[in-house]
């Protein structure tokens, strides 16, 4: 895949990029080396310091790069807007909270004692070089996610991002260096793919971490393990949507439509399976369809589009083979369905119903506008269908019943459950997921201590 902005609105190449050379790659991976010598002793105060005046840099300069978030990879403006300042967000929620989050910890002296010790700590210290490898969807957002915590434990970043948004990521190269970090401690490598594999098996690495498919993940986690280096994956999603007769339907409708097609619909966390209860299917179908035929597609540029294009012509045509699978074997296309006439990589939002195990949309994960409908019994029925997938990285429910709330946080197989609400990420929270969703996980104090050498100081009586 060239390193080049396509704009997916148009089809039009607007910037291609040379990859950096191995001589190049060299260099930086010396200096990332170099930075964590020194950086890695930096106060927590003047560390703060720095991601504040990065995220400051970037709250001021947000209306340029929403745009150059839209340009390279088809949000929608006002969408890509929230985006960067989520980014702010987090960046200061984790300048205000890493000290709080890797303080030392003091063991029971009753334990310490009965060790032989006198006294015991246990100290978070940073890795080294972490290698990020990050995909296009949310092309700030998930690259920020990992340096905030990655910076303000004392490591040191390596970026290699999805070869569709090279100038979003020579932006986050330029931004912590503008905002004072020291040379070497956050750097974009413009590299293929093919050369992944040589910077996590380089010895000045220590650690990697992956957002994206599960064949990107199962290739890092490999190479990575071969060389006994820790791993944080978040891979796919397909994320289930479960309604219940005591749910607040106009509500869970309304949501639903918003959790499916938030980001064209290319989303790991987005709702992807609407499993409803028999006794309010017809009624919470009739007033999800009618939300998402009321959805507007178009210029992703226009403040009131609401579904833009999808990130590329093969992201659009993968889309496409799964909805035709489906309809071919059976399945009721409720709207949407077909690729607009026009340029771009448009899809409308679809709503099938009908689905049946022998569907690839019902194993696969469909990154686009495209939401499945199942109808299920009771809540035994509806985990079976919700957990009936090889992913498992977050769940929505909608129920006004309690013990059901337990029930579905007990048995759905997920890194989250979230109840009369969809998934979306928040520093507080810790993100990922289970099963073929990946492992490790993000933000979050659990996030922060991913990357960090838990270390044990022992004394002796």
Not at 430 to 443: A, H, N
Request: glycine content about 8%; hydrophobic content about 40%; proline content about 6%.
């Amino acid at each position: 895949m060239p390193i080049a902005t396509v704009n997916p609105a148009t089809g039009e190449t607007v910037r291609t990029f040379e990859a950096i050379g191995a001589e190049e790659v060299e260099r930086r991976l010396a200096a990332a080396d170099a930075a964590f010598r020194s950086y890695r002793t930096t106060p927590f105060a003047e560390r703060s310091r720095l991601l504040r005046r990065a995220a400051d840099l970037l709250e001021r300069e947000s209306e340029e790069v929403a745009r150059t978030l839209t340009t390279e990879m088809g949000k929608p403006l006002k969408q890509a807007r929230a985006e960067a300042a989520k980014c702010v967000k987090a960046m200061r929620w984790y300048a205000d909270r890493a000290e709080a989050l890797l303080a030392d910890e003091h063991p029971d002296p009753a334990d310490v004692a009965d060790s032989g010790g006198s006294r015991a700590v246990v100290r978070y210290r940073p890795m080294g070089p972490v290698l990020a490898v990050m995909p296009w969807n949310f092309p700030l957002w998930q690259v920020v996610r990992f340096a905030a915590p990655a910076l303000m434990a004392g490591n040191v970043g390596l970026l290699k991002h999805a070869s569709n948004v090279p100038q979003t990521a020579l932006y986050l190269d330029g931004l912590f260096r503008r905002a004072g970090f020291p040379e070497g401690c956050f750097q974009t490598l413009l590299i293929g793919s093919a050369e992944v594999e040589k910077v996590v098996r380089d010895p000045r690495v220590r650690a990697a971490t992956l957002t994206g498919s599960e064949p990107a993940g199962r290739a890092v986690a490999a190479a990575a393990g071969d060389e006994i280096k820790h791993t944080v994956l978040e891979l796919g999603g397909s994320d289930p949507f479960v309604v219940m007769p005591s749910a607040d339907l106009d509500r869970a409708a309304q949501v639903a439509v918003t959790a499916r097609t938030q980001n064209t619909g290319q989303s790991c966390i987005a709702a992807k399976r609407f499993i409803v209860h028999a006794d309010v299917y017809d009624a919470f179908a009739e007033r999800f369809v009618a939300g998402v035929r009321a959805l507007r597609t178009g210029d992703p540029m226009d403040e009131s589009t609401d579904v833009g294009p999808l990130s590329s012509e093969k992201g659009r045509a993968d889309l496409e083979e799964l909805v035709d699978d489906a309809v071919a074997q059976g399945a009721e296309v409720l709207c949407g369905g077909r690729r607009p006439e026009g340029p771009g990589w448009f899809y409308e939002p679809t709503v099938l119903a009908g689905i049946t195990p022998k569907m690839r949309v019902h194993r696969e994960e469909t990154f686009g506008p495209v939401a499945t409908l199942y109808r299920a019994a009771g809540l035994e029925e509806a985990v079976a269908i919700a957990n009936d997938t090889s992913f498992g990285l977050s769940s929505n429910v909608w129920t006004d019943d309690e013990e059901e709330v337990e029930r579905f946080a007990r048995d759905l197989e997920a890194g989250g459950v979230y109840v009369n609400g969809m998934t979306a990420s928040h520093p507080a929270f810790p993100f990922g997921g289970v099963k073929r969703s990946g492992y490790g996980r993000e933000l979050s104090g659990h996030g922060i201590r991913e990357f960090c050498n838990i270390t044990t100081v022992w004394h002796g009586a």
